[in-house]
């Protein structure tokens, strides 16, 4: 299937309030998720038999910030944190990005990591795949069974992935600048 | 296993003996007997402490700096708990920071013993983003340098599966035959690990012309020191040294009977779970699943390998008769045969590709400069490396530098499903399954 054909599928199904853009133009073509509805449209996309989206090939966190002000001028998105999931069916054999938008920080109060329902039980590999997007980015993942760090150590703080993000000066006795 | 338990087992045999002292001597002897004959009494009756038990992250056997926390039970495993990070360098962070051309480096060290393919799927990555399609001749030199990848790191991985199921022997020979890998490679750009060779708009340097036989080529196959010869030579008379060996590999590994026993019918992998889990590559493979990036990929990729015969080994090799009778689909013969068989395809691949090297139209490199500027879009492209689909997802806002370099890993997709594949089997199994997925923990923490 197209991405518009997939598209089309989701907006049948779901309707506007859950698939709230698309981007055809894209080098790899994205459909946008309401952040609420994300675990069941995941579950629909792996469901359908004209979908069958069986293998998340990656989930990721990206922070779309610019924190120097004179480059910020011309910063060409939108300060917000986005999950891009890239599927792929190996039964049909056809890829769609699904990407979901999120605030920077939950109620704009900094620190509050955004929230966003977990689809580690659509697909395994998400368990792991959150975790790192939690420890990294710094994205809540609502309803993860076991949502702690992966890469760094558990007493680590921020996210480093964020654009805003400050080496700590010190961390059990190693100077960090 | 507390001294209590012990105890309550020592108490239970008195109690027994104590019985038995009334009866009459013959008696007391075939009760002995069958005692002792029905072991299964005794083991129902020895009762174990659950264990936790810290594998690594120094244990030689975990391929790097994995540590697994295992829960026991006397010689059974209940859960295996993967804790990975300890070779965190931030590499995405890294990528955030630098231009595309300056980020290769930083994926020389992801998956180590694969370097070139790890070049590859990022320089490709960059490509698609930024519209680039590199010439003929490009294309083919990358196409050498990455099956001849591949055959490095599949023989690092027979080498090290051998090691970690207690043989050492297929370990020497592999490396053996890689050190004339990095030989060549060394020829070609300079450097023996870390190659930073592929890159955006083609590959730093054309292929050598005329270079001297390395002398670990000559002495393997007792040709004079020194030799001058073209570099497509060296590599096609080492290809044909190789190419025996492999029945050697065989008797060593793939048929031999204490091999066979330690992996087959271990470790399986049904093809629902290794989608489910993410799993790639030869793993997939090895669980039944036909799909290999290099024939079923984005054209970006796959236009690479146009007008190449390869085929993709596939588990259960229904093609082939020598399959040991003990093995299931799934396990960790298979995972294991798949890479085997992969190095002779890539044996016929770079053959091919040298035929087709005098021929190649183009340059092997278009200029690209360092200061060009990322359009505002995306690109995610993952490529078929030896340990499985390596992604790389560029996020572009503008200026030179990425605003987001993600690597997605494959081997820390394969390895996220231990957890599940190891519950319940023996301690002495964990070494053999987590080394069956071939993993390389540079590439999980990157």
Redesign the interface.
């Known amino acids: 299937m197209t991405p518009q054909e997939i598209h089309k599928s989701l907006l049948k199904e779901f309707g506007e309030d859950v698939v709230t853009g698309a981007n055809f133009e894209?080098?790899?073509a994205w459909i946008e998720i309401a952040p609420a509805s994300i675990a069941t449209v995941a579950e629909f996309l792996k469901a359908d038999p004209q979908l069958r989206f069986?293998?998340?090939?990656?989930l990721?966190g990206?922070?779309?910030l610019?924190p120097d002000e004179k480059?910020a001028k011309?910063?060409?998105?939108e300060p917000h944190v986005a999950v891009?999931y890239?599927l792929y069916s190996?039964i049909n054999?056809h890829r769609i990005?699904i990407k979901v938008k999120l605030p920077r920080w939950k109620d704009d109060v900094e620190g509050r990591l955004p929230e966003v329902p977990t689809v580690s039980h659509v697909?395994?590999?998400a368990?792991?795949h959150e975790r790192e997007a939690y420890d990294?980015v710094g994205i809540y993942f609502v309803g993860h069974p076991n949502l702690v760090?992966?890469?760094?150590?558990e007493d680590w703080e921020g996210h480093?992935?964020r654009k805003d993000y400050q080496l700590p000066l010190e961390y059990h006795g190693v100077r960090g600048k | 296993m507390g001294l209590k338990n012990r105890g309550s087992n020592v108490s239970c045999l008195v109690k027994n003996l104590s019985h038995i002292e009334f009866e009459s001597a013959s008696e007391v002897s075939r009760n002995m007997a069958t005692q002792l004959e029905d072991q299964r009494i005794i083991e129902f009756d020895v009762r174990t402490d659950e264990m936790l038990v810290n594998m690594g992250p120094q244990h030689p056997s975990t391929h790097g700096v994995l540590r697994l926390l295992l829960k026991t039970d006397g010689e059974i495993v209940h859960e295996v708990t993967p804790h990975?990070?300890y070779l965190?360098r931030?590499a995405?962070?890294i990528g955030?920071n630098l231009t595309g051309p300056q980020w290769i480096p930083y994926t020389d060290r992801m998956d180590y013993l694969a370097a070139m393919n790890m070049n590859l799927g990022q320089a490709l990555a960059f490509e698609?983003?930024l519209g680039i399609e590199v010439c003929e001749k490009a294309m083919n030199v990358r196409l050498i340098i990455a099956e001849l990848g591949r055959i490095a790191s599949h023989l690092v991985g027979m080498g090290a599966y051998g090691l970690d199921l207690g043989s050492f022997t297929p370990f020497l020979y592999a490396f053996r035959e890689r050190e004339v890998i990095l030989d060549l490679f060394e020829e070609v750009c300079g450097a023996r690990l870390t190659y930073s060779y592929v890159t955006i708009g083609g590959v730093t340097h054309d292929l050598p012309k005329q270079i001297q036989m390395p002398d670990g080529l000559a002495a393997l196959t007792g040709k004079p020191q020194g030799m001058v010869m073209t570099w497509s030579d060296a590599v096609l008379l080492f290809l044909e040294w190789l190419e025996k060996r492999i029945k050697e590999y065989h008797t060593l590994l793939t048929r031999n009977s204490i091999f066979i026993k330690r992996t087959a019918a271990l470790g399986v992998l049904p093809a629902e779970?290794a989608?489910?889990?993410?799993c790639t590559g030869p793993v997939l493979r090895g669980s039944g699943?036909d799909?290999d990036l290099r024939r079923?990929g984005e054209s970006i990729y796959t236009r690479m390998y146009e007008g190449y015969k390869f085929d993709v080994p596939v588990a259960p090799f229904s093609n082939r008769k020598d399959i040991p009778k003990e093995v299931i689909l799934g396990d960790n013969w298979c995972r294991f045969f798949v890479r085997m068989l992969e190095v002779v395809e890539s044996i016929g691949l770079v053959r091919q590709g040298l035929a087709k090297y005098p021929t190649a139209e183009g340059t092997h490199r278009e200029p690209f400069k360092m200061s060009t500027k990322l359009p505002?879009?995306?690109?995610?492209l993952?490529t078929e490396c030896p340990r499985g689909?390596m992604?790389f997802?560029i996020?572009g806002?503008?200026?030179a530098e990425p605003?987001?370099a993600?690597a997605?890993s494959s081997c820390?997709?394969n390895l996220?499903v231990t957890g599940p594949l190891c519950e319940g089997i023996l301690l002495a199994d964990i070494p053999a399954i987590v080394g069956s997925l071939d993993i390389v923990m540079g590439e999980i923490?990157?």
């Open positions: 894209a080098k790899d069986d293998s998340l090939n990656d990721s990206v922070d779309y610019e480059l011309k910063f060409p998105y891009v890239h190996f054999r990005t697909w395994a590999i368990d792991w990294l760090r992966i890469l760094c150590v480093p992935l | 990975i990070g965190h931030c995405e962070k955030e698609k983003l779970m989608i489910d889990y993410g699943v799909f079923d505002v879009d995306e690109a995610y993952e689909q992604g997802y996020v806002d503008g200026q605003m987001r993600r997605k820390f997709c996220s923490d990157r």
